[in-house]
Nanobody, 121 residues
Framework: QVQLAESGGGLVQAGDSLRLSCAAS????????VAWFRQAPGKERDFVAG???????NYADSIKDRFTASRDNAKNMVYLQMNNLKPEDTGVYFC???????????????WGQGTQVTVSS
């Protein structure tokens, strides 16, 4: 079992920055790929960014060059640095973990409860 807990969401204005954090506990965290998803009201939960076990990264086209995902295995933490936020970035952001392989689909084994990010124009 891996437990995940997100934090760092909030209400910001367009152009602002936020850093989301995800604290992981349980099994050997370094063996899990981790990813961030977001879900806007009335929409599906979509892949935003991910970090593989070897620290490679993958990003959705909509947030490339604005968001940076990273992990600190020593602290069992995952981060999502979000810059130049836009109203369309609004949604609930979820942290997810998957044994070994990073994928951009929702096929993850463990999920956090999510943190709300609201970007006003």
């Amino acid at each position: 079992q891996v437990q995940l807990a997100e934090s760092g969401g909030g209400l910001v204005q367009a152009g602002d920055s936020l850093r989301l954090s995800c604290a992981a506990s349980g099994r050997t965290f370094s063996n899990y790929a981790v990813a961030w998803f977001r879900q806007a009201p009335g929409k599906e939960r979509d892949f935003v960014a991910g970090v593989s076990v070897s620290h490679g990264t993958n990003y959705a086209d909509s947030i490339k060059d604005r968001f940076t995902a990273s992990r600190d295995n020593a602290k069992n933490m995952v981060y999502l640095q979000m810059n130049n936020l836009k109203p369309e970035d609004t949604g609930v952001y979820f942290c997810a973990a998957r044994f070994l392989g990073l994928v951009t689909t929702r096929q993850y084994d463990y999920w956090g409860q999510g943190t709300q990010v609201t970007v006003s124009s």
